[in-house]
């Protein structure tokens, strides 16, 4: 029996697999999965319908099972018409999450063409699809040290 929150067989078999400085991408419902990810990455789609399920929950279930050293959002371009609203409320959520998993890390937007190039590297071995709708919602975790 698991004692952390994530109970996905597959998603653990790849995470058990990944080793310090993996990347993990929780992709929102709008992300293009099967064609920007690392070359050794493989994609688990948990888009059921609309809005199920939704990046955060993907994100507490991961802290919960492996250590993290960095949490990057896609940044939104200047020239994007949402720029002008300022940050996506989903961060905010997403800053909830990482404080309850007891991590003292900050989220740390990463300009979207250089977000598409940190996923496409040879350190993504995950995507996870999910369903969210919520706009700039996508995360990449980098993978951390287990220690004592």
Not at 23 to 31: E, M, S, V
Not at 98 to 103: D, I, K, R, T, Y
Not at 112 to 130: G, I, M, P, R
């Amino acid at each position: 029996m698991l004692k952390h929150q994530l109970i996905h067989p597959r998603i653990n078999e790849i995470l058990g697999r990944a080793g310090h400085h993996s990347k993990i991408l929780i992709a929102d419902g709008n992300y293009p999965a099967s064609t920007k990810r690392g070359p050794h990455a493989e994609v688990v789609c948990l888009n059921l319908s609309p809005g199920v399920v939704t990046v955060a929950q993907v994100l507490r279930a991961i802290l919960s099972a492996v250590p993290v050293d960095d949490v990057n959002t896609m940044g939104i371009p200047p020239d994007d018409p949402y720029a002008q609203q300022g940050e996506p409320p989903v961060w905010k959520d997403y800053r909830v999450v990482v404080q309850e998993a007891g991590l003292k890390i900050p989220l740390t937007p990463i300009s979207k063409w250089d977000f598409y190039k940190a996923v496409e590297s040879n350190d993504h071995v995950l995507t996870v699809q999910t369903a969210d709708q919520s706009l700039w919602a996508n995360v990449l975790l980098t993978m951390g040290c287990r220690t004592a």
